[in-house]
């Protein structure tokens, strides 16, 4: 009874989810719980698991126990274009694009609905024009894929992501090519559709400045299990911080740039 209560209350949700590769766990115990339209940032040192951790809630990679949610619903056990057109997915994985323009590969978005011949009709035709507009990369829609910048595809891969109408987004590390401007102009573009259409976010961040000011919710990796889920007010506590990341201020220079520098970003 107490599951149905939660169902009903939160729209994304994983009971006592365990993840790993190869039946080896590499973290376990993973409790989340989203209202719809919540933006969930995952935080902590690299190799801590967190694109394993969005892989598994993906479904890209296969649960070692437990359960994730969209509403109701068990996604383990969606067909892949009924969860195509709930949840798309942003990763770092090289895309194969030969002699795609930017435009071709924002409008492969559109596959949820387009069937086996992904013939865009002209409902499609103007989500893709919507979507370049918002994400402002109508300067290299005509471009060849393959020949723009890293920080570049990041931005035709967000808007190929928002192509699919997602209630819900996965992202691992999306700023990580973009210069300061871009960081702020893609986390801008999420937070308008959290806003606008309640989009749900799940994403992996490195810069904690930029986590603590777009996240309802953050998660913290280190380790075999959580080490600690909350706003971000419960989160970014000092000690914590410098725990989470070990940032112990004999493990540096005694110099007091630095020891400004680690208190500085442990205080955000």
Not at 195 to 220: F, N, P, Q, R
């Amino acid at each position: 009874m107490g599951m149905d209560m939660d169902m009903e209350q939160y729209y994304f949700t994983t009971k006592a989810m365990c993840v790993g590769y190869e039946n080896r766990p590499l973290i376990r115990n993973v409790d989340i719980a989203l209202d719809k339209g919540e933006i969930l940032s995952l935080i902590g040192p690299n190799g801590a698991g967190k694109s394993t951790l969005l892989k598994s809630i993906a479904g890209q990679l296969r649960l070692l126990g437990g359960t994730v949610y969209l509403g109701e619903t068990v996604v383990s056990e969606m067909k892949r274009n009924e969860l195509a057109r709930k949840m798309s997915v942003v990763f770092t994985q090289k895309v194969k694009a030969e002699l795609k323009t930017c435009r071709d590969v924002i409008a492969t978005g559109r596959y949820p609905y387009t069937g086996w011949f992904g013939i865009l009709s002209e409902a499609d035709i103007k989500i893709v024009d919507e979507v370049i507009e918002l994400t402002h990369t109508q300067d290299i829609s005509r471009q060849e894929f393959n020949k723009i910048s890293d920080g570049q595809k990041q931005r035709v891969m967000l808007a190929r992501a928002l192509c699919q109408e997602p209630e819900i987004i996965v992202l691992d590390e999306p700023t990580s090519y973009l210069d300061i401007r871009y960081k702020l102009e893609l986390l801008s573009i999420l937070k308008d559709m959290q806003e606008k259409k309640g989009l749900t976010v799940i994403m992996s961040l490195h810069e904690l400045e930029l986590a603590k000011i777009i996240s309802d919710k953050i998660l913290c990796l280190k380790g075999a299990y959580i080490e600690k889920y909350g706003t971000p007010e419960e989160i970014f506590q000092p000690a914590f911080i410098r725990q989470l990341y070990d940032l112990e201020q004999d493990s540096f220079r005694q110099d007091e740039k630095f020891l400004a520098y680690i208190q500085q970003i442990t205080s955000i």
